[in-house]
């Protein structure tokens, strides 16, 4: 073990003190650094840009025809405008954009998305100023996907199914003007109203009356469909026994003992 004069130790614990200090302060700088740059890096294939009003006002993110075939998971946790325009997207998963608080626009249109997941736009309720999902294969859409969004939603060019669900959805949302009028029913329930747009038949027809009417129509229909089972059934049994009481009854006949039986019979019936 070295051991120092006593006029070199204060020397020495100075000396090592500035040095833990530095190597302290470069580790801390390092790792400030590192967060900095995972939680504010641009996602790859994405173009970011600050918002005018500095690093407080948010930054936009543009990830149009980048060729993504599903929402990037490491996009910058201060962006506040989101496009994802003209993309391969299929789904939108749940959660998609929980670590975005401050998201007040985005744009989904021009994708391939067929189905928005339960819960696929949490925690934007209440920034979310402005969603486009217009321009993709959407059929239906449920009150789980959407949750309580107030945005102003474009939900135009898709092949809608109107149904009684999605006539109870959509009043729900503050739709655009435009995206009522490009709302058209590719299917309907009934299958009369294909074609129609959703915001006539909207209108002018309860889906929802008329979704409980045929399930009504197919359930006495159902049960015609038992009830002449049934009694094609009893009538078969009936018939089926029938033929095996003949037979029965043929074949006592045929006993000797029953035949010796029977001519007593009619001969005490003749002597009466």
Same mark, same amino acid.
């Given at each position: 073990m070295l051991l120092l004069p006593p006029p070199l130790l204060p020397v020495w614990l100075l000396r090592h003190s500035v040095a833990l200090c530095l190597i302290l302060l470069h580790s801390s700088v390092l790792m400030t650094f590192c967060f900095h740059h995972a939680s504010t890096s641009c996602s790859k294939g994405c173009y970011c840009?600050?918002?005018p009003g500095g690093a407080g006002g948010g930054r936009t993110v543009r990830c149009s025809h980048a060729r993504l075939?599903?929402?990037?998971?490491?996009?910058?946790?201060?962006?506040? #405008? &989101?496009? %994802?325009d003209f993309n391969h997207i299929v789904s939108v998963p749940a959660n998609a954009f929980e670590g975005l608080p401050l998201l007040a626009e985005l744009d989904l249109s021009h994708n391939a998305i067929v189905k928005l997941e339960n819960g696929a736009f949490r925690g934007l309720?209440? #920034? &979310?100023? %402005?969603?486009d999902l217009s321009?993709?294969?959407?059929m239906s859409l449920n009150r789980e996907a959407v949750g309580s969004l107030r945005s102003h939603t474009n939900l135009s060019h898709n092949p809608w199914h109107c149904d009684?669900?999605?006539?109870h959805v959509v009043p729900s949302l503050e739709l655009e003007p435009a995206s009522l009028a490009g709302m058209v029913c590719e299917t309907a329930?009934?299958?009369?109203?294909?074609?129609?747009?959703?915001?006539?038949?909207?209108?002018?027809v309860d889906l929802c009356k008329v979704a409980r009417r045929t399930t009504d129509v197919a359930m006495l229909v159902t049960m015609f469909g038992w009830f002449a089972m049934v009694i094609a059934y009893l009538v078969h049994y009936v018939w089926q026994n029938q033929d095996d009481t003949r037979r029965h009854l043929a074949y006592l006949k045929s006993l000797p003992g029953l035949?010796?039986?029977?001519e007593e019979s009619s001969a005490v019936s003749t002597v009466v």
């Open positions: 840009s600050e918002a075939g599903e929402v990037p998971r490491d996009l910058p946790n201060d962006t506040q #405008r &989101l496009y %994802l309720e209440e #920034r &979310l100023k %402005l969603l321009a993709n294969r959407l009684c669900e999605l006539q329930v009934p299958e009369e109203h294909a074609g129609m747009p959703f915001l006539l038949l909207a209108h002018d035949q010796h039986k029977s």
